[in-house]
């Protein structure tokens, strides 16, 4: 069952600047070999359910080893007939604008 899962998670006990503590995810994220992109906001993942929560819960785990408290938002989108949407869900939005988007 392949999804696509956006994945925002930080520690809130750390003060402004997060930005080492989402690399430490990212570095989950992309020695899975799952297919991902990273936007300015969350990390978009796709796979099989199974395969793309377990990196969600090895994301949480890296982080709560030194983390007192930690925040995740998550969107998950099931579609059974389709595949590879990272790519094919902007070159549908592109397609009805008629033109490039930036992403």
Do not use: N
């Amino acid at each position: 069952m392949a999804v696509l899962l956006e994945l925002s998670m930080w520690p809130m006990d750390k003060g402004d600047s997060v930005s080492a503590y989402v690399a430490r995810c990212l570095e989950v994220i992309d020695a899975s070999g799952l297919d991902y992109r990273l936007g300015p906001m969350g990390t978009c993942i796709e796979g099989d359910y199974d395969e793309v929560m377990d990196v969600v819960k090895q994301c949480f785990e890296h982080l709560a080893v030194d983390c007192e408290r930690v925040t995740a938002g998550i969107k998950l989108d099931y579609r059974k007939d389709r595949a590879g949407r990272l790519r094919t869900k902007i070159d549908s939005v592109e397609q009805r604008v008629g033109r490039k988007l930036k992403t």
